[in-house]
């Protein structure tokens, strides 16, 4: 695992573990409305071997936060369409059947979906009480895993990396901390906007999602060095959508020649 990493480029970020693409598939093909409902496992219950998958990651994620000054792990990766939300929602799940008070909160707040997997809208979310709008118990909503609560983006604002850079941003996540057991706030990707920079100087602990065959080399290593310049220390890696090819072996297999892509974030309306 550790020497597949090494290969594409995630000097200096341990690699957890490689989700394969067949399970990840079939986990969001189940309705999120089944997948939570009468106390089940969220998605994770139809496929054992995603279970597995997870439980390594929690228990790999326990590691990376010992030394952590704070309970808050922050989950980003370098461009859109990784599989960050879903393996948030889902790492949430699972840290909360384990018997922590866990928080999800949704920090992407142009395009965060993480309402979707609930059911839930994304008005009244994170920016509209960050301006004041909400209060922090009309924000905060429960879902039907015993545990678990989860945080909406809110209304798409016009200056969303600046509100995440207020003091009341700051202040919010102290108050969250302490009625929970863990905080994990899933961020827009660290090379289309600046706010997984901002938000990781809050946390104690971050991890890069990246998406097999889909982040070239050279991107994912220029994510790792804008978060580094800017103080985020990424603690742990996780490679999502992994397929067993021949070129695997040997990285990805192409992409080497790649120069950085431009993302294009702007905000969605739900």
């Known amino acids: 695992m550790k020497k597949l990493f090494a290969t594409i480029g995630l000097a200096g970020a341990t690699a957890l573990i490689a989700m394969p693409a067949f399970a990840q598939e079939a986990a969001e093909a189940v309705p999120a409305a089944e997948a939570v409902s009468g106390g089940t496992a969220y998605i994770l219950n139809t496929l054992l071997f995603l279970i597995g998958g997870f439980l390594v990651m929690w228990m790999a994620a326990g590691f990376a936060m010992l030394e952590a000054g704070n309970k808050r792990l922050m989950l980003t990766g370098p461009s859109p369409a990784v599989g960050k939300s879903f393996i948030s929602a889902n790492l949430a799940a699972i840290c909360a059947q384990s018997g922590q008070r866990v928080l999800l909160i949704d920090a992407d707040l142009r395009k965060g979906h ?4 609930f059911k839930g809208e994304s008005a009244q979310g994170l920016s509209d009480y ?3 709008d909400c209060s922090l118990d009309t924000v905060l909503r429960g879902t039907e895993q015993s545990g678990l609560d989860y945080i909406a983006r809110g209304t798409a604002p016009p200056n969303p990396s600046e509100l995440l850079m207020t003091q009341r ?3 919010f996540l102290d108050d969250v901390e302490s ?3 863990l905080v994990i706030i899933d961020t827009p990707p660290a090379l289309a906007v600046t706010d ?3 938000v990781g100087k809050l946390v104690g ?3 890069m999602i990246t998406r097999f065959r889909e ?3 050279n991107e994912i290593e220029r994510s790792l060095e804008q978060l580094e310049n800017a103080g985020v220390v990424v603690k742990g890696s996780i490679l999502n959508a992994i397929e067993r090819t021949a070129s695997s072996y040997y990285g990805y297999g192409y992409g080497y020649g790649y120069g950085y892509y431009h993302y294009a974030y702007k905000s969605d309306s739900d």
């Open 196 to 198: 997984a920079a901002v």
């Open 215 to 217: 982040n070239p080399v």
């Open 169 to 171: 941003f700051a202040q």
């Open 179 to 181: 009625q929970y057991d």
């Open 130 to 132: 960050l301006v004041g």
């Open 114 to 117: 993480i309402h979707r997997s």
């Open 205 to 207: 602990t971050t991890l």
